[in-house]
C-alpha cells in the first residue's frame, strides 16, 4: 500500500511539472518578441543584371537583411569584373562597394550593416566625396 501511493504521488508531480511546462517555455519567447517579425525582414531580395560578354550571361546578388549585418551572396558569369554598391546610413549616408572578379562566386559579410539602416542595393562603384 505505501509503495502504491508512493508511485501515485510521484505520477501526480510529474503530470504536474509537464502541465506547467509548456507555460514556462512560453515565457521566454514573450521576451523575444521585441525582435523584428515584420515579413519584408525574413525575405530573401534578389538582383541581377545582364553581362556585356557573354551575352546570355548574367550577374547576380542577393542578400537577407540581418540584424548586426548583412551578408550578400553573389555570382559573376561575365568576362568581366561587376560592383554591388550598399548605401547605408551611419552619420549621414555612406555607400560601400563588393568587387567581383569574373567568373566568381562567394558571399560578403557587411558588418554594422542591417535591416535598420540598409538604404539601397545596386549596380557600379561607389561615387567618391572629397
Not at 560578354?53 to 568576362?79: E, L
Not at 546610413?89 to 535598420?116: E, W
Request: net charge positive.
Amino acid at each position: 500500500m505505501r509503495r502504491t501511493i508512493g508511485v501515485t504521488a510521484a505520477v501526480t508531480i510529474a503530470a504536474g511539472i509537464l502541465m506547467t511546462a509548456p507555460a514556462a517555455v512560453s515565457a521566454p519567447s514573450e521576451a523575444v518578441s521585441d525582435q523584428p517579425t515584420n515579413a519584408s525582414l525574413l525575405d530573401v531580395h534578389k538582383k541581377s543584371r545582364k553581362c556585356d560578354k557573354p551575352k546570355n550571361k548574367g550577374f547576380n546578388i542577393s542578400w537577407k537583411d540581418g540584424v548586426s549585418s548583412t551578408t550578400f551572396y553573389f555570382n559573376n558569369h561575365c568576362k568581366e569584373t561587376n560592383r554591388v554598391r550598399v548605401w547605408y546610413a551611419s552619420a549621414g549616408m555612406k555607400c560601400k562597394a563588393i568587387t567581383v572578379k569574373p567568373g566568381t562566386k562567394g558571399s560578403k559579410k557587411l558588418h554594422r550593416i542591417y535591416y535598420h539602416n540598409l538604404m539601397e542595393v545596386d549596380f557600379g562603384k561607389c561615387p567618391y566625396w572629397p
